[in-house]
């Protein structure tokens, strides 16, 4: 079996226009691939330095080690087609180890053809420190080392308006190109004196020369195909070391900055002329919201209803005959109609959420997706309910059926056919639940639950005072004890 590396095959050579922070899995699996399809599909002709987010330098030697080649392995079902592929991504020119060449990370900024910075420093990395220095080396923050960046950068080129960045963060936080600017803008207050005479005109530059986007990124990415890795190699002929493995599905909601209009925009990173979903819009918030609703809302729910009914992986939940028309009705019928986006665009989301969890290569148990299930239920899907309820004047069963039974799952003890319910969340949480349930009456228990505003519901409120709630979490807590729960599901979708 051949080496990988750019003698044994081929790669691209592009000019560096993209800084990337970041060299894991995901961004390697979602940026990385679809520059990769710009490239050969566009004019976009770019490459990709990977500036490394942490001292620990594995991953980058394995990739430095293969000349920045390596393969994604896309899986699972894509307009109702099964999908196994294998594509060499050869868009990554070379890394760099800001903590021990931090005189090369700074150069890069003095490269004129830089054009985007790209970043996935996790929910924690856009931060403010305040202990940053602007002659750190490099600053501690992922935001800080931006803003020195963008200050070499400002210097090298004297302020000019075409050498400022397009600024992409894929860091899973909703506006969190809102949240990076703002701490670019601390971080120029910080070193007011440091920057001396250039503070005024460095601020003014960014703020209208550089412009940063909201992202939503979407793609569930395993990582390194373990179990799969030999079988992989064979059929690739090659020593992949750094194969990452994600699923068929892909989209990238990105925010046009403020200063720029979508049109120019798409000028400069052509995603959607390259036929990706890489839908590039005046607001991301309607879309985040789609997918917490669509995506993770059902995921909540199905979670509890599915484990109680004695089917444990999310793709049986779906080909259930009885589990798959409640994730349908509790998509379809009930959150579907509480967003605000062309019912035609929804329900082809909602048919690709189907298909995602429908993936034939991913065992996606229900029980992964029960962590913290209650605050979970508060954001993803209590929304929905009350806007449901709002507008068509009745609660929504199956997300009702859907918090019952959490409520139920959170009793513990065992399945009817002796599995464990082991339920996870906040101890107090938990706490309460365990204390509700050994009242042994379902009115109590719906009562406390409903009535948890401080622990659980937070700016939702005292969910007792929801019109009906109480009572129809109650009946479904006594049918529950009563028939079983598969019994309960069968009432409401038929």
């Not at 800080?144 to 397009?166: E, H, M, P, S, V």
């Not at 719906?446 to 009906?468: F, H, R, S, Y």
Request: net charge negative.
């Amino acid at each position: 079996m051949k080496a990988l590396n750019k003698f044994t095959a081929p790669k691209a050579v592009a000019p560096e226009r993209i800084i990337q922070f970041g060299e894991g899995n995901f961004l390697r699996a979602f940026v990385d691939w679809i520059v990769k399809n710009m490239n050969d599909k566009t004019t976009f002709n770019s490459s990709v330095v990977c500036v490394q987010g942490t001292p620990d330098a594995f991953v980058m030697q394995l990739l430095e080690g293969q000349s920045c080649l390596y393969h994604v392995n896309l899986q699972g079902r894509l307009d109702g087609e099964v999908i196994n592929s294998l594509t060499r991504i050869d868009v990554i020119s070379r890394g760099v180890n800001p903590f021990t060449q931090t005189d090369a990370f700074f150069a890069l900024a003095d490269q004129p053809e830089m054009r985007f910075v790209i970043s996935n420093t996790t929910e924690a990395g856009i931060c403010f420190d305040d202990t940053c220095k602007l002659t750190d080396r490099p600053a501690s923050s992922y935001p800080g080392k931006l803003t020195q960046l963008l200050y070499r950068r400002y210097k090298t080129f004297n302020g000019a308006a075409d050498k400022g960045f397009i600024i992409m963060p894929c860091e899973l936080i909703f506006e969190n190109g809102h949240h990076l600017k703002e701490c670019i803008f601390k971080y120029i207050e910080l070193w007011k004196e440091e920057l001396g005479a250039d503070h005024d005109g460095f601020k003014k530059w960014f703020e209208e020369s550089c412009y940063v986007c909201s992202t939503l990124v979407d793609r569930i990415v395993p990582g390194f195909p373990r179990k799969d890795i030999k079988q992989i190699q064979e059929k690739l002929g090659y020593q992949d070391n750094v194969v990452v493995q994600g699923e068929a599905f892909h989209l990238w909601v990105i925010e046009r900055a403020s200063n720029m209009t979508i049109e120019q925009l798409r000028e400069e990173f052509p995603a959607e002329k390259a036929g990706l979903q890489v839908l590039i819009t005046d607001s991301e918030a309607p879309y985040h919201e789609r997918k917490v609703t669509l995506l993770n809302g059902p995921h909540t729910v199905l979670s509890p209803v599915a484990f109680l009914s004695g089917v444990d992986i999310v793709r049986d939940a779906c080909n259930h005959p009885v589990i798959g028309k409640y994730i349908h009705k509790v998509q379809f019928d009930e959150l579907m109609q509480t967003l605000n986006l062309p019912m035609e665009e929804l329900q082809k989301f909602g048919a690709d959420v189907l298909e995602r969890f429908n993936n034939p290569y991913v065992d996606h148990q229900v029980t992964s997706i029960m962590l913290n299930s209650f605050p979970k239920y508060q954001t993803r899907d209590l929304p929905g309910l009350k806007t449901y309820l709002e507008r068509k004047g009745e609660l929504p069963k199956g997300l009702v059926l859907g918090l019952a039974a959490l409520i139920t799952y959170y009793k513990g003890g065992k399945r009817e056919d002796g599995t464990p319910i082991v339920p996870n969340d906040d101890q107090r949480i938990m706490d309460l639940l365990t204390e509700l349930w050994a009242t042994g009456d379902t009115r109590k228990v719906a009562e406390g639950v409903l009535g948890a505003k401080d622990l659980i519901w937070g700016v939702q409120g005292d969910l007792n005072e929801v019109p009906g709630l109480t009572d129809l979490v109650t009946y479904y807590l006594d049918e529950i004890q009563k028939k079983g729960m598969l019994e309960v599901v069968k009432e409401v979708v038929e």
